[in-house]
Nanobody, 118 residues
Framework: QVQLVESGGGLVQAGGSLRLSCAAS????????MGWFRQAPGKEREFVAA????????DYADSVKGRFTISRDNAKNRGYLQMNNLKPEDTAVYYC???????????WGQGTQVTVSS
C-alpha cells in the first residue's frame, strides 16, 4: 500500500514557477512508476507527466513540454513536478499518482491547488 501527499501548490502570476512535491509512504514506492495529473474546474482529469521507477523515460503532455519537469528521489520517497513559465490555463488541482497499470494508476493523492493569475 502506498499513500501519497502533495504539497507546494499556491497562487502565482503568469510566467512564474512552482515546485510540487509528492511525499510517499510505503516501501514499494521506489518500485513504481509515478506521475502527475491535473483537473481544472468543469474539465476531466488529464495526464501531465510520468516517469519510470528509476526516474527514467519521462513523458509529458504536449501542453507542458518544455515548461514542466518531473523527477523523483527514491531515497527520500518523494516525487516532484517543477513548473516554469506558468500560464492561466495551468490552473487546476494537481494529483500525484503511482503504480501505473496500463492506462490506469493504483494510488492517488488528494491533490494540491495551483492557481495562475493573468
Amino acid at each position: 500500500q502506498v499513500q501519497l501527499v502533495e504539497s507546494g501548490g499556491g497562487l502565482v502570476q503568469a510566467g512564474g514557477s512552482l515546485r510540487l512535491s509528492c511525499a510517499a509512504s510505503g516501501r514499494t514506492f521506489s518500485s513504481y512508476a509515478m506521475g502527475w495529473f491535473r483537473q481544472a474546474p468543469g474539465k476531466e482529469r488529464e495526464f501531465v507527466a510520468a516517469v519510470n521507477w528509476n526516474g527514467g523515460n519521462p513523458d509529458y503532455a504536449d501542453s507542458v513540454k518544455g515548461r514542466f519537469t518531473i523527477s523523483r528521489d527514491n531515497a527520500k520517497n518523494r516525487g516532484y513536478l517543477q513548473m516554469n513559465n506558468l500560464k492561466p490555463e495551468d490552473t487546476a488541482v494537481y494529483y500525484c499518482t503511482a503504480d501505473r497499470r496500463g492506462s490506469s494508476w493504483s494510488y492517488w493523492g488528494q491533490g494540491t491547488q495551483v492557481t495562475v493569475s493573468s
